[in-house]
């Protein structure tokens, strides 16, 4: 039985597992879970994860939610998966696990909040919360300036000095994806200051194409979608689908 | 050179890290970084860990942070530490990791600005926010109760259906103590709802012998603080 991937490509961490089992040539099948239409909580996905959240995995009997985890296992599991993914060495290991650790807290925290309480929550008809925004805002403005100057110390191509890239990188650089939903005016005012940052993502992107284009493509319609007001009306009143809210 | 390893006992991860290597009989030397005191902003521990948080080891020229980490690390490279602790087991494990980072945004992130916003603020400098303390409550009552129903099988002791304690265990009770500090009356109204988490609890104590309670003993003396006001004084100028 083949391992099934639920996934809804508008969520950032559901994008890292997919480019990953692509990459890595890991046989499996989408199912996709569309948030947008609330189907995170039917009867039968709340059966495969009870928290209602994507992405999920099911590997024969096995069923596994939340990403980092997931990541772990399929390049523990899977046969023929390049060390520099998920190192055997201790040391390499736990440093992939504490920036995997800082993210959740960090980057996550910041860029998924400020998205929806700018645009995605009122795509879908949600108030948004500037409150909310702006501190999320200073959460992920810090962040990127944390990977600048910490996670991206020295000259290596990818996080932690590494030249080839972990499922560390690639968790990350999903999330700052998410940001193209913004509009490429505010992207670049988020993230021009950090130049490090920008050449870690295509780093990223080029060690994945072109598997990181095809499955970030939703995305990107997405973004057109937001940044055209259709005739007649206001861009609050944009179109809501496809725009939608990401696991939290 | 010995394990070192920064931590105050205040805090939650700083807690599930002394008692790992006490009850595993790993060799450290605990080095106290008091959060009150700002003392994680110093430049000599910002050499240690940038994002100036605690807690954080040292091990030979290894340095590593994020609570998390220290424990995978801890439990794969110190010998003769059980199994059960971080399984080998593939499966085991996975679900391991997932508690632990489902605990980040829900248990954790719940637990811990539900307290420093209602009781422990003023003892690390922020300044109390009772919108925060509201939100954090919702979230960390909806943690409980997934606690209760799904990650505390029937009829086992720890979390994952496991008869043996994890890391896991030992990073989510540390969390749930924090609670303390609210005094009975508030501890008692948030947790009472939740028997197994209770039980789950008290077997995670019983565990990890007299380590547990040793390193707890300063979230117990701050609770004795906080509940007695000072003579003379109204009660909302305790200490």
Request: net charge neutral.
């Amino acid at each position: 039985m083949k391992l099934k991937v639920y996934a809804d490509r508008m969520s950032q961490p559901s994008r890292a597992i997919l480019i990953f089992c692509k990459v890595n040539r890991i046989d499996f099948e989408e199912v996709r879970i569309d948030l947008a239409k609330h189907q995170q909580l039917s009867p039968e996905f709340i059966a495969v994860n009870p928290m209602g959240q994507v992405p999920a995995i099911v590997d024969g009997r096995f069923q596994l939610f939340e990403s980092h985890a997931i990541l772990i296992y399929l390049a523990c599991a899977f046969p023929g998966i390049a060390d520099h993914w998920y190192p055997n060495d201790l040391s390499k290991r736990g440093k992939i696990h504490s920036v995997l650790d800082w993210h959740h807290s960090n980057l996550r925290r910041g860029a998924a909040p400020f998205i929806w309480n700018t645009v995605m929550g009122p795509a879908l008809g949600i108030k948004p919360n500037p409150q909310a925004a702006a501190g999320a805002e200073k959460l992920l403005l810090s962040s990127l300036s944390k990977i600048e100057s910490v996670w991206l110390k020295g000259n290596g191509k990818f996080l932690l000095g590494s030249s080839q890239p972990s499922i560390a990188d690639l968790s990350l650089v999903c999330e700052i994806m998410e940001l193209e939903v913004l509009g490429d005016k505010e992207r670049d005012r988020i993230l021009g200051p950090y130049e490090k940052v920008q050449q870690w993502i295509e780093n990223t992107k080029n060690a994945t194409r072109p598997h990181f284009d095809e499955v970030h493509t939703i995305l990107f319609k997405a973004k057109a979608r937001l940044q055209k007001p259709p005739s007649g009306t206001t861009i609050n009143e944009a179109s809501k689908k496809g725009a939608l809210h990401s696991k939290m | 050179m010995k394990l070192k390893v920064y931590a105050d006992r205040g805090s939650e991860p700083s807690r599930a890290i002394l008692i790992f290597c006490k009850v595993n009989g790993i060799e450290f030397e605990e080095i106290k970084i008091e959060l009150a005191k700002r003392q994680q902003h110093s430049p000599e521990y910002k050499a240690v860990n940038p994002m100036g948080q605690v807690p954080a080891i040292v091990d030979g020229e290894f340095q590593l942070f994020e609570s998390h980490a220290i424990l995978i690390y801890l439990a794969s490279a110190y010998p003769g530490i059980a199994d059960h602790w971080y399984p080998n087991d593939i499966f085991k494990r996975a679900k391991i990791h997932s508690v632990l980072d489902w605990h980040h945004s829900n248990l954790r992130r719940g637990a811990a600005p539900y307290v420093v916003n209602t009781v422990l603020g003023p003892f690390v400098g922020i300044q109390v926010n009772p919108q925060i303390a509201a939100e954090a409550e919702k979230l960390l009552l909806s943690s409980l109760s997934k606690i209760e129903s799904f990650w505390l099988k029937e009829n086992e002791k720890f979390l994952l259906g496991s008869s043996q304690p994890s890391i896991a265990d030992l990073s989510m009770v540390c969390e749930i103590m924090q609670l303390e500090v609210l005094g009975d009356k508030e501890r008692d109204r948030i947790l009472g709802p939740y028997e197994k988490v209770q039980q789950w609890i008290e077997n995670t104590k019983n565990a990890t012998g007299p380590h547990f309670d040793e390193i707890h003993t300063l979230i117990f003396q701050i609770k004795a603080m906080l509940q007695k006001p000072p003579p003379g004084g109204a009660i909302n100028e305790a200490e």
